[in-house]
């Protein structure tokens, strides 16, 4: 359910001014939000996914943070956490940052709020959805997010549905999946490829998908903090096979890795 906030306040974990790492190709200033409906057992943000790191900011004052650093910077990016449960804050931040700075906006979800999604892409010039395992898997689906089986079908309609309408609005739609070790396979990943990706219909603007390597970070808790990360070369030869399979599709693929950031292959 959406995080009951004010529209003048947004529950924040931090931001920074400026990050080369959160919108492809971009320069950004990047804020995390607090708290999220999924439970990934994997999740790099765990306590703040939790709601636990946050506090309550005046949008008014981020609005002033973003305009210092705006010589510096082409995108503003919110992440989380999940950034659609604050949706009317958000929208908000959005339409004064529209007015008061050249920048372009961008947001993460993980795309479980369907109508939110719609709401906020029509603001944004990029928007990130995860697709964390195959849509056709719902079982599989819901053990990625941690949730119960049973939410699977649910779920899997639910982001299939938001990538629809970002699809629709957004200029530049990046999808990605983290290829999680002992959750994920890249045969998993080449079903997502044949199956989802190449029925997303899109004219205009970019379209791209990343693999990404699951890095156990100090925000990683439980099991996962112990799981060594997704080796380099694995990921790459998984990232060329999809770009094998996309090969006739318009989708840009990436790999990103803690080594060397994102690298496209086709
Ligand atoms: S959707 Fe993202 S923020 Fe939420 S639990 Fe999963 S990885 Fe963490």
């Known amino acids: 359910m959406p995080i009951g906030v004010e529209d003048e306040y947004l529950v924040v974990g931090g931001w920074r001014e400026v990050s080369l790492v959160d919108v492809l190709g971009h320069v950004s200033f990047t804020l995390w939000l607090s708290g999220c409906n999924l439970k990934c057992p994997w999740c790099s943000n765990c306590d703040l ?7 309550r900011v005046r949008i008014s004052e981020i609005v002033e943070r973003v305009k210092e650093a705006e010589t510096f910077v082409d995108y503003f990016h919110v992440t989380g956490g999940e950034p659609t449960l604050q949706l009317e804050a958000l929208k908000t931040l959005f339409s004064k940052l529209r007015g008061e700075t050249g920048l372009l906006l961008s947001f993460d979800t993980n795309g479980t709020l369907p109508s939110a999604v719609g709401e906020l892409s029509k603001y944004a010039e990029h928007v990130a959805i995860d697709i964390k395992a195959p849509l056709g898997n719902p079982a599989l689906y819901a053990r990625v997010a941690g949730v119960e089986k049973e939410a699977g079908v649910e779920l899997v309609e639910r982001v299939k549905s938001s990538i629809e309408v970002a699809a629709a ?3 530049f739609l990046e999808l990605r999946t983290t290829l999680v070790p002992g959750l994920l396979s890249c045969r998993e990943v080449i079903q997502i490829a044949k199956e989802d990706l190449t029925s997303i219909h899109k004219t205009g603007g970019r379209l791209v998908y990343v693999l990404q390597q699951f ?7 439980g099991d996962y903090a112990r799981v060594p990360p997704t080796p ?3 990921l790459e030869n998984c990232a060329k096979e ?3 399979f996309l090969r006739d599709s318009r989708f840009e693929v990436y790999f990103r890795t803690l080594e060397a950031g994102a690298k496209r292959v086709a």
């Open 49 to 55: 996914a939790k709601g636990l790191m946050g506090k």
């Open 169 to 171: 609005s957004a200029h």
């Open 215 to 221: 890095v156990p970070y100090e925000g990683v808790k």
């Open 242 to 244: 999809v770009a094998r």
């Open 232 to 234: 380099y070369e694995y």
